[in-house]
């Protein structure tokens, strides 16, 4: 399996962007997929999921960014995205996202730094200014 990130940039406070990750490789129908975040300096924290096949489509968001950004899948291109609206500077960082061969893992993924997750992109930056 192999993750591929996409869609960071600057943005000035209050902007938009929109990650994607497209996956390559899965062959299984049960399976969660997340993003992660690691400021400098910072644990990594997860910031939403979404579970594919038996969850069917269930959505997870931490506190932190719950009401301004919006995971979904098109699952066609086996591809997540992750809408970010109003965008602060503490959004600041580097976004990854991650699968697990389990989609119910989607339940606890947003309060963890993301232990175990099976495979994981590379990264993409996002960068918020004031």
């Known amino acids: 399996v192999q993750l591929v990130e996409s869609g960071g940039g600057l943005v000035q406070a209050g902007g938009s962007l929109r990650l994607s990750c497209t996956a390559s490789?899965?062959?299984?129908?049960?399976?969660?997929i997340a993003w992660f975040r690691q400021a400098p300096g910072k644990e990594r924290e997860g910031v939403s999921c979404?579970?594919?096949?038996?969850?069917?489509?269930?959505?997870y968001y931490s506190d932190s960014v719950k009401g301004r950004f919006t995971i979904s899948s098109d699952n066609a291109k086996n591809t997540v995205h992750l809408q970010m609206n109003n965008l602060k500077p503490e959004d600041t960082a580097v976004y990854y996202c991650?699968?697990?061969?389990?989609?119910?893992?989607?339940?606890?993924?947003?309060?963890?730094?993301?232990?175990?997750?099976?495979?994981w992109g590379k990264g993409t930056l996002v960068t918020v200014s004031s």
């Open positions: 979404i579970g594919i096949g038996s969850s069917d489509g269930s959505t």
């Open positions: 991650a699968l697990d061969l389990f989609s119910a893992r989607c339940r606890v993924v947003t309060t963890t730094t993301g232990l175990g997750m099976d495979f």
């Open positions: 490789g899965i062959t299984f129908d049960d399976y969660a």
